[in-house]
């Protein structure tokens, strides 16, 4: 595809400008690293005090609000797994964040 370079870099940013809004407050304890038995690579694990954060942006064409509530669905289900086993690991609350953007900007 000819727009897939550019599918990446919007994604990319969108997870910049996470990381660096997150940066202040949270610790990054990865960021788009194969994690666990899963070979799933969240965009960024976040850790804040007892509370672990898996964050994973979706950019879906928002031509309707069940696309936004799809795409949040699937990111949960994904990561599920993953969240259990990094709340047993560190002996915290983890939650999954699916940070969804639509493609054309909502």
Same mark, same amino acid.
């Given at each position: ?13 969108? +997870? ?10 949270? %610790?990054?304890?990865? %960021? @788009?690293? =194969? !994690? ?8 960024? +694990?976040?850790? @804040?005090?007892? @509370?672990?954060? =898996? +964050? ?6 928002? @031509?309707? !609000?069940?696309?936004? %509530? ?9 990561? %599920?797994? !993953?969240?259990?086993? !990094? ?8 939650? =999954?964040?699916?940070?969804? =953007? ?5």
């Amino acid at each position: 595809m000819r727009y897939t370079a550019l599918y990446m870099a919007r994604h990319n940013a969108i +997870v910049a400008r996470i990381k660096k809004a997150a940066s202040t407050k949270f %610790e990054v304890l990865s %960021e @788009n690293q =194969v !994690l666990g038995n899963h070979c799933l690579r969240p965009d960024l +694990v976040l850790k @804040n005090g007892p @509370n672990i954060f =898996v +964050v994973d942006v979706s950019v879906p064409f928002d @031509n309707r !609000l069940a696309a936004f %509530e799809t795409a949040a669905a699937e990111k949960k289900g994904k990561y %599920e797994q !993953l969240r259990a086993e !990094l709340a047993a690991l560190h002996g915290c609350e983890a939650t =999954v964040v699916p940070f969804i =953007v639509g493609a054309l900007g909502s």
